[in-house]
């Protein structure tokens, strides 16, 4: 049997892709050997909707998540005021289109992120307030299906998978 691909965060890998030109590596022994096993699809969402590095903040606002932005009934917005959000759709559909493309039945994602947030997202104060909620990818790619885990559920994939 072919194991699952999934798709993964390109900042926990290691990437410097965050809008402040950082990574986020996530240092856990199922990452490595997925990664040896060429197992793990790499995706940025805000790279991949046309932003590049560095680039401004962004949150969801007025305490909003993912699911209301793709419904058109909330905005992601830069901290100088911005409406980004048609990027950040753009980037939840590319990473959708990736993830069918490689049959990744599973994601993981950065957590907090405005794109790859799944268990808590900030409210838009850009004040480090954080609640919960989705970001705009997690929140299309649980629409589709896919079983989207954050950093601190890698564990719980890994017995999941076993
Ligand atoms: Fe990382 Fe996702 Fe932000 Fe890209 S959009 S830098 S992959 S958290």
Redo the contacts with the bound molecule.
């Keep these: 049997m072919v194991e699952s691909k999934i798709l993964i965060?390109?900042?926990?890998l290691g990437?410097p892709?965050?809008?402040d030109g950082a990574a986020?590596p996530a240092l856990h022994p199922a990452l490595s050997r997925w990664q040896a096993e060429g197992r793990l699809v790499a995706?940025?969402?805000?790279?991949s909707g046309g932003f590049g590095v560095p680039r401004p903040p962004a949150e969801i606002a007025h305490g909003q998540s993912g699911q209301t932005v793709l419904e058109g009934k909330a905005r992601v917005i830069e901290a100088g005021g911005g409406d980004v959000s048609a990027l950040y759709i753009a980037?939840a559909e590319a990473a959708l289109a990736l993830a069918r493309e490689h049959g990744c039945r599973f994601a993981i994602?950065?957590d907090g992120?405005p794109?790859?947030?799944s268990v808590f997202i900030y409210d838009g104060t850009f004040q480090g307030r954080r609640h919960e909620g989705m970001?705009v990818?997690a929140a299309l790619l649980r629409a589709h299906g896919v079983v989207v885990f954050a950093e601190t559920g890698i564990d719980a994939l890994e017995a999941q998978l076993s």
Excluded: H, I
Excluded at 9 to 12: D, M, T
Excluded at 43 to 47: A, G, Q, S
């Design positions: 965060s390109a900042c926990l990437q892709v965050r809008y986020k995706v940025c969402p805000e790279l980037g994602l950065t992120s794109s790859c947030g970001g990818t």
